[in-house]
Nanobody
Framework: VQLVESGGGLVQPGGSLRLSCAVSEYAYNVYCMAWFRQAPGEEREGVVSVDKRRTTKYADSVKGRFTLSRDDAENTLYLQMDSLKPDDTGMYYC???????????????????WGQGTQVTVSS
C-alpha cells in the first residue's frame, strides 16, 4: 500500500490550502482512510476519517473549516483547509488501514499504512 501526500506550505492565518493524498487502488476502494497531523512536541492526532461508504467524521477542532473529498478516477483524497489558524500548523499525514470503525484513530497507529507527510505552516 502506498500513500503519497502533497500540497503543504506556508500560509497566513485565515488562508487556505488543499492537501492531496494519492493512494494505491485497492486500499483506496476497501480500506479506512484518514488524515492526521502532528504539531511540534505534540502527539499525532486524527483530523478526519472516511469509510468505504464515504461517511466522514471530523475532529471538533476542524469542523466547518476542513473538508475531505475524493477523486475516484485518480484514487486520491483531498483535504481542503480553510480559515486556517496558527494552531493548525504541523506535519499532515494520510493513512489507510483494513477493518472497521474508521474513526478509531489509534488503530491506524497499530496496523495502518502511512505516507511521508507534508508540512503545513500557518503564520503571518
Amino acid at each position: 500500500v502506498q500513500l503519497v501526500e502533497s500540497g503543504g506550505g506556508l500560509v497566513q492565518p485565515g488562508g487556505s490550502l488543499r492537501l492531496s493524498c494519492a493512494v494505491s487502488e485497492y486500499a483506496y476502494n476497501v480500506y479506512c482512510m484518514a488524515w492526521f497531523r502532528q504539531a511540534p512536541g505534540e502527539e499525532r492526532e486524527g483530523v478526519v476519517s472516511v469509510d468505504k461508504r464515504r461517511t466522514t467524521k471530523y475532529a471538533d477542532s476542524v469542523k466547518g473549516r476542513f473538508t475531505l473529498s475524493r477523486d475516484d478516477a485518480e484514487n486520491t483524497l483531498y483535504l481542503q483547509m480553510d480559515s486556517l489558524k496558527p494552531d493548525d500548523t504541523g506535519m499532515y499525514y494520510c493513512a489507510a488501514r483494513p477493518g472497521d470503525n474508521c474513526d478509531s484513530y489509534r488503530d491506524y497507529e497499530d496496523s495502518g499504512y502511512w505516507g511521508q507527510g507534508t508540512q503545513v505552516t500557518v503564520s503571518s
